[in-house]
């Protein structure tokens, strides 16, 4: 099983300056993680930093000792989480970037401690962190050190560290290589992303991504296409209308013709993100292309539970009483773990996404409270026009790009939200806000009962 480690940027930050104090000896901390288990990859998402005191640990330029009572403030907060996982993080303030034969004979010793904690047969994992920021990792399984898959650091950047591989360029990218660079380029090449909604903006996102070389693509959708998808959903076939066929599985097939050996692994998922959040779960990156406002509080949520950053973007037509456009844009918003939240930039209401989870959930009786007044009704279909969708999904994929590379001119948190109006031509771009006080104590909770801390999920 492939594993990979996700934290935020304060997380890093507080981890550097405690391991780099500047005075070239060696120094230790802890980090308490929650789990994504899954069959093929698993996740482990930071929680906290427990820093090992430099008074309480024998310190050397190229070793460090602690004692094992300095677990003690982990183990008693790792209690609220229902999957815990422990990762043990080293200096080499040298700069060495690999594990020394000290290191080699610590880290036995250190493994075979750490899994008689919890006895469920689930890798730890231990960790150096290099002077300029930069981690390397791995674990310990059947008597064999295996390499971190990835360590990511999210913030107002996207930043993936992993061992030394070989990267082998297809000629479908180099041009890609040519515009972003070739560390941009190969990290695409290692992503797993989620596309949550497939239909107008979602599957351009998806041509997109595809394309671009991304290594994995998750699409969810509950849908199937339908005739009056046809002029919005790109690679949808009227015999796909026809036929009924899911979303997901019209989309993936037409990537695969196109693209051949080329073509992203696709995992397609027909049903909602209700359903389908321990597969979205493992991406490393979500976008939501969904009107839901259930979805996107699930979105919210799965970002801040699992560390992982979230792209959400809509388009908004709305027509006046005289067949005229009253108003006609789009929204990008980037949302990082322990930031603030869809929710507390007013992406959606709480109260439609009450209405949608009793739609989903118990339609006869929202039927019945729709009709009493009880609650709002829900908007079943909004007017779409594909030119606009394609511009929505560009900024989108050009977020991530901007994310990913650095490109983009002033300091990244500026772009937190961005906003086109196409009818008065204009574009606004907002800081983000604070930590949002509902969403970031959620941060790095993992695998929880009931999932995301939400009873109707399946």
Same mark, same amino acid.
């Given at each position: 099983?492939?594993?990979? +480690?996700?934290?935020?940027?304060?997380?890093?930050? &507080?981890?550097?300056?405690? $391991?780099? @104090?500047?005075?070239?000896?060696?120094?230790?901390?802890?980090?308490? =993680?929650?789990?994504?288990?899954?069959?093929?990859?698993?996740?482990?998402?930071?929680?906290?930093?427990?820093?090992?005191? *430099?008074?309480?640990?024998?310190?050397?330029?190229?070793?460090? %000792?602690?004692?094992?009572?300095?677990?003690?403030?982990?183990?008693?907060?790792?209690?609220?989480?229902?999957?815990?996982? /422990?990762? *043990?993080?080293?200096?080499?303030?040298?700069?060495?970037?690999?594990?020394?034969?000290?290191?080699?004979?610590?880290?036995?010793? $250190?493994?075979?401690?750490?899994?008689?904690?919890?006895?469920?047969?689930?890798?730890?994992?231990?960790?150096?962190?290099?002077?300029?920021?930069?981690?390397?990792?791995?674990?310990?399984?059947?008597?064999?050190?295996?390499?971190?898959?990835?360590?990511?650091?999210?913030?107002?950047?996207?930043?993936?560290?992993?061992?030394?591989?070989?990267?082998?360029?297809?000629?479908?990218?180099?041009? *890609?290589? &040519?515009?972003?660079?070739?560390?941009?380029?190969?990290?695409?090449?290692?992503?797993?992303?989620?596309?949550?909604?497939?239909?107008?903006?979602?599957?351009?996102?998806?041509?997109?991504?595809?394309?671009?070389?991304?290594?994995?693509? /998750?699409?969810?959708?509950?849908?199937?296409?339908?005739?009056?998808?046809?002029?919005?959903?790109?690679?949808?076939?009227?015999?796909?209308?026809?036929?009924?066929?899911?979303?997901?599985? !019209?989309?993936?097939?037409?990537?695969?013709?196109?693209?051949?050996?080329? !073509? @992203?692994?696709?995992?397609?998922?027909?049903?909602?993100?209700?359903?389908?959040?321990?597969?979205?779960?493992?991406?490393?990156?979500?976008?939501?292309?969904?009107?839901?406002?259930?979805?996107?509080?699930?979105?919210?949520?799965?970002?801040?539970?699992?560390?992982?950053?979230? /792209?959400?973007?809509?388009?908004?037509?709305?027509?006046?009483?005289?067949?005229?456009?009253?108003?006609?844009?789009?929204?990008?918003?980037?949302?990082?773990?322990?930031?603030?939240?869809?929710?507390?930039?007013?992406?959606?209401?709480?109260?439609?996404?009450?209405?949608?989870?009793?739609?989903?959930?118990?339609?006869?009786?929202?039927?019945?409270?729709?009709?009493?007044?009880? /609650?709002?009704?829900?908007?079943?279909?909004?007017?779409?026009?594909?030119?606009?969708?394609? &511009?929505?999904?560009?900024?989108?994929?050009?977020?991530?790009?901007?994310?990913?590379?650095?490109?983009?001119?002033?300091?990244?948190?500026?772009?937190?939200?961005?906003?086109?109006?196409?009818?008065?031509?204009?574009?606004?771009?907002?800081?983000?806000?604070? @930590?949002?006080?509902?969403?970031?104590?959620? =941060?790095? +909770?993992?695998?929880?009962?009931?999932?995301?801390?939400?009873?109707?999920? %399946?």
């Amino acid at each position: 099983m492939r594993l990979s +480690l996700r934290m935020t940027e304060e997380q890093h930050q &507080q981890l550097l300056a405690h $391991l780099h @104090p500047g005075d070239g000896k060696e120094a230790a901390a802890w980090l308490l =993680c929650g789990r994504r288990r899954d069959d093929d990859r698993g996740i482990l998402c930071a929680r906290a930093v427990f820093p090992i005191s *430099h008074e309480a640990t024998s310190r050397k330029p190229h070793q460090v %000792t602690w004692r094992i009572d300095s677990l003690h403030p982990l183990l008693e907060a790792a209690q609220g989480l229902d999957s815990p996982a /422990i990762v *043990h993080f080293h200096s080499h303030p040298a700069g060495a970037n690999a594990f020394s034969r000290v290191d080699d004979e610590s880290d036995r010793v $250190l493994h075979a401690d750490l899994a008689k904690i919890y006895e469920d047969g689930l890798p730890m994992a231990s960790a150096v962190m290099l002077p300029n920021g930069e981690i390397f990792g791995r674990t310990w399984s059947s008597g064999v050190f295996e390499p971190l898959d990835g360590i990511f650091v999210i913030g107002d950047r996207i930043r993936r560290f992993s061992a030394q591989e070989h990267d082998v360029l297809k000629a479908l990218h180099a041009s *890609h290589r &040519q515009a972003l660079g070739g560390g941009t380029t190969a990290l695409l090449g290692k992503l797993r992303i989620a596309v949550v909604g497939c239909s107008g903006t979602g599957s351009i996102v998806i041509e997109l991504l595809a394309r671009l070389g991304v290594k994995e693509l /998750i699409l969810i959708d509950p849908d199937h296409v339908e005739d009056r998808n046809l002029n919005r959903i790109v690679n949808s076939t009227w015999a796909d209308a026809r036929m009924g066929t899911p979303k997901v599985e !019209a989309l993936a097939r037409k990537i695969l013709s196109n693209l051949g050996t080329d !073509a @992203p692994r696709i995992i397609p998922e027909h049903g909602t993100l209700a359903e389908a959040w321990r597969v979205a779960a493992t991406a490393d990156i979500v976008f939501g292309c969904t009107d839901s406002a259930e979805a996107r509080m699930h979105l919210d949520r799965l970002c801040h539970y699992y560390v992982m950053p979230y /792209i959400d973007v809509g388009v908004d037509l709305r027509a006046d009483e005289h067949d005229g456009i009253r108003y006609a844009g789009m929204a990008v918003h980037y949302l990082r773990p322990g930031g603030d939240s869809l929710l507390s930039r007013r992406g959606y209401r709480m109260s439609v996404v009450e209405a949608e989870t009793l739609r989903r959930t118990n339609p006869e009786l929202y039927a019945e409270r729709v009709k009493t007044g009880y /609650i709002e009704g829900v908007e079943e279909e909004r007017p779409a026009v594909i030119s606009i969708n394609m &511009q929505g999904a560009s900024m989108a994929v050009n977020e991530l790009l901007a994310r990913l590379h650095g490109f983009r001119a002033g300091s990244p948190d500026e772009h937190a939200f961005r906003r086109v109006n196409l009818v008065e031509e204009f574009q606004t771009t907002s800081v983000a806000n604070g @930590p949002c006080p509902v969403m970031s104590p959620l =941060c790095g +909770l993992g695998d929880a009962t009931p999932p995301l801390g939400l009873a109707g999920l %399946t």
